[in-house]
T-cell receptor, first 114, second 112 residues
Framework: DAGVIQSPRHEVTEMGQEVTLRCKPI?????LFWYRQTMMRGLELLIY????????DSGMPEDRFSAKMPNASFSTLKIQPSEPRDSAVYFC????????????FGPGTRLTVT | AQTVTQSQPEMSVQEAETVTLSCTYD???????LFWYKQPPSRQMILVIR??????QNATENRFSVNFQKAAKSFSLKISDSQLGDAAMYFC?????????FGTGTSLTVIP
């Protein structure tokens, strides 16, 4: 079974541009999580979905950030407009209901905003 | 909210030796899980080991084992017979429901 897939792996953009990060969770997983990792703040949960519905977006830093999950196999995290302080590695993770709560992480997208 | 503390930013171990990474957490929940994740330079987050809080027996996965002290809220990771491939950042995490709380990580260097 394929793991969590994220694209792109690397993104370099200029300040003010729109950035869209993509994630495909593991088939059959009904929870999807977006995290941001920086040296200063470590790993932070931004938002998570259950059955495509956003459940908790309290970690989304600003209105410039938005996330969607139009179906069970696809989610996007959008930053508009991007700023240099958004530079980080963004992870997507998924898990299935019940069980041991283990989250499976994608390879991450390294975002650099210049 | 839960907090997870890793007090060792960096650790090193000689190849084939044993090393223990420390982690403490703070929670008011009675039902929770604890995890150790490994993040090598490829930055992929890989689950190393998992412990259910209601289980008294310490989890073991091959060369990796934990020392879970529930009363002390301590969850250390022991790596035996360290290998060069064990070099990575190690993150301790606790979870209740869908919230994962991560520590700040310990960077492990394995010396040949």
């Amino acid at each position: 079974d394929a793991g969590v897939i994220q694209s792109p792996r690397h993104e370099v953009t200029e300040m003010g541009q729109e950035v869209t990060l993509r994630c495909k969770p593991i088939s059959g997983h009904d929870y999807l999580f977006w995290y941001r990792q920086t040296m200063m703040r470590g790993l932070e949960l931004l938002i998570y979905f259950n059955n495509n519905v956003p459940i908790d977006d309290s970690g989304m830093p600003e209105d410039r950030f938005s996330a969607k999950m139009p179906n069970a196999s696809f989610s996007t995290l959008k930053i508009q407009p991007s700023e240099p302080r958004d530079s980080a590695v963004y992870f997507c993770a998924s898990r299935r209901s019940g069980g041991n709560y283990e989250q499976y992480f994608g390879p991450g997208t390294r975002l650099t905003v210049t | 909210a839960q907090t997870v503390t890793q007090s060792q930013p960096e650790m090193s171990v000689q190849e084939a030796e044993t090393v223990t990474l420390s982690c403490t957490y703070d929670t008011s929940e009675s039902d929770y899980y604890l995890f150790w994740y490994k993040q090598p330079p490829s930055r992929q987050m890989i689950l190393v080991i998992r412990q259910e809080a209601y289980k008294q027996q310490n989890a073991t996965e091959n060369r990796f084992s934990v020392n879970f002290q529930k009363a002390a809220k301590s969850f250390s990771l022991k790596i035996s017979d360290s290998q060069l491939g064990d070099a990575a950042m190690y993150f301790c995490a606790s979870n209740t429901g869908n919230q994962f709380y991560f520590g700040t990580g310990t960077s492990l260097t394995v010396i040949p």
